[in-house]
């Protein structure tokens, strides 16, 4: 059963990725039906942590307040997995969906500390969530040589078809445009829509 972590959590993801969240894209995140996605989330509304204007879902300065501590715990859960469980880079967000709730307060912090006060989880994304965004999405770069800053969606599949190709972040790329967008790595090349693609963040 999902708790209302799973769906500050997953809300956060898709407006930091695509600037907006629906009840439909949480409800598929989080593997439920719509109609329980819609009762938590309109519990959530009424406690002052969403608010929904349309099919389009934002956090409020309180459940940004209340959020950004799960996310900072979730990303440094992240780099435990990695480096210490040996948990492949592309199964790391979802291999610590509910390792992250163990690790609060004063167990958090000492690990962070433990970890050597990581910037970042594996996937690039800073442990302090409201560090300044940087960086241009992949799927409005022009074609060129970029590096990857990060992948602020950490979608399984996404992930494993970037791992494909190690297009991991620190690495250089290659964008080129038609219809598509194609990601050329020394490993070989992917190709997205621009949808798709929007939350993998380049940087010249």
């Known amino acids: 059963m999902r708790n209302r972590e799973d769906y500050l959590l997953v809300a956060w993801e898709f407006i930091e990725s695509f600037d907006t969240a629906s009840e439909k894209e949480i ?3 989080l593997h439920i039906t719509g ?3 819609s009762q938590y989330i309109t519990s959530l509304v009424n406690d002052g942590l969403m608010v929904k204007n349309g099919r389009s879902i934002e956090l409020t300065r309180l459940g940004r307040r209340i959020t950004a501590p ?4 979730h990303r440094i859960s992240e780099v435990f997995a990695f480096r210490f469980l040996e948990v492949p880079w592309e199964e790391t967000h979802s291999s610590v969906m509910e390792l992250e709730h163990l690790f609060t307060g004063d167990r958090g912090e000492k690990l962070f500390k433990n970890l050597g006060n990581p910037e970042s989880c594996p996937h690039g994304n800073p442990t302090d969530p409201f560090s300044p965004r940087t960086g241009i999405s992949a799927g409005l770069a022009n074609d060129g040589i970029y590096r990857i800053l990060r992948i602020t969606y950490e979608e399984d599949s996404l992930l494993k078809r970037l791992a494909s190709v190690e297009a991991f ?3 250089q790329v290659e ?12 490993n070989g090349q992917l190709r997205f829509s621009p949808e798709e693609i ?4 380049l940087a010249r």
Do not use: F
């Not at 964008?175 to 020394?186: G, H, K, L």
């Open 27 to 29: 409800a598929d995140r």
């Open 35 to 37: 109609a329980t996605a």
């Open 70 to 73: 799960l996310v900072r715990m």
């Open 169 to 171: 972040p620190g690495r």
């Open 175 to 186: 964008i080129y445009r038609d219809s598509c967008v194609t990601i050329e790595t020394q």
């Open 198 to 201: 929007q939350a993998l963040i």
